[in-house]
């Protein structure tokens, strides 16, 4: 029994013996699949933003005088939208078409603007607005970038007041049509973020009282950030790990820009409250450094843009006094802290600006002309993403869209040997895209 006992001991040793001498076989592992971003499918979502008008009035007060100034209602908004994507292929890459319908709340008003030694003042409010849009953009995987336009409508009212007399054109509802872009971007799981801009133009309106005429073009710059729930499309989409920013980028941007710079006027005993809304194209370039802990991207960035902002339409004291105002250029030094989802940078971004600031007025007492540089702060918010333009660059470009607002603060000049002051506060709105190129290690994904 023992000899048994031991045989079979000597066979398990020899067998144990004989598995070890053999090479151990790796476990095997079904690699996971990264799925395609798909597009396609309902969402739904909120947006909340700031709103600036930029709605000229030519107001006949009596024959032969004439005033022309511009109306900005501003302030805060937010609302809702729905709408629906369809991804297909294209010649381009996977292009996304489909429909948004939105209805915002707002807040905007501008109840300053004073002319005739403040005899006649004005007040005009936009309490909503919706719009009804198509949507087409390119898609790289999870970001959009996208334009959109059709139809808009809101709810305007305008007050004029003479002395004691107050005007009012009631509630109208305006129709129209806008246009804007935006670029929105994967959050995680089926939410998605993005930032827009949209410019609304909700036609003319002509109001009249006691012999007198006011011509109203109303339209609006929308500055929003919204989030947006996807219904349909793929929610199993894997995210890529997080990008790599830490280093130097150098790069180029463009895009568009509007002021709302208030300004007194006064001669003698009398002043006019008014707006100088100037409005035009930016351009320029910027360079930066990023430092990256984790997901979280902190850093530097300059920039110095030229402009072709102007408002040469704007006349008060009865048209007397005619004004051309320009921002040719202005630069900013600003800090910038993001948080990376996968390869998509979301930041936000403030610090130091300036710019020149000049003014021409034409009035009886002759043409004049001042110069400034004017400084102040900006802050802002964008989404940095890769950029790929059909493969024809390599990973270490981005693209970028943002948003700034500035404040230049206030500026005061003495016209006609000081018996004319003006002052004006300096604000821009500006909506912008540009590229960047990372001289770091390539922007992408860190395995």
Known sequence: MKRILAGVALIGTAVSAQAADLATKAPYYKA???QVYDWTGFYVGVNAGVGLGRDRAIHDIAPGLTNTSYLQPFGALGGGQIGYNYQTNSLFGPLVIGLEGDFQGADLSDNRTSVLGGAVSYSQKLDWFATARGRIGIARGPVLNYFTGGFAAGDVRTTVTEGFTAFDSGKRTLTGWTIGSGVEAALGGNWTGKIEYLYLDLGNKTDSFLGQTLQTNVRENIFRVGLNYRIGGNGLYA????ANWTGFYLGGNFGSASARNRSTAGVGPFSEQFNLALDGFVGGGQ???NWQASNWVYGLEADFQGSTQRDNDTAV?????AYDAKLPWFGTVRGRLGYSVGSTLFYGTGGYAYGNVKTTIVSPFGSESISKTASGWTAGAG????FTLLGLVGPNW??????LYLDLGSTSS???????PNTTKVTEHIFRTGINYHFNSPVVAKY
């Open 317 to 321: 004291f009865g048209g007397l006094v």
């Open 414 to 420: 003495d016209f006609a040997a000081g018996t004319f």
């Open 383 to 386: 989404i940095e993403t890769p």
């Open 287 to 289: 360079v930066g450094y």
């Open 239 to 242: 995210p890529a790990p997080v």
């Open 32 to 34: 996971p699949i990264v």
């Open 398 to 403: 981005t693209s970028k869209t943002e948003y």
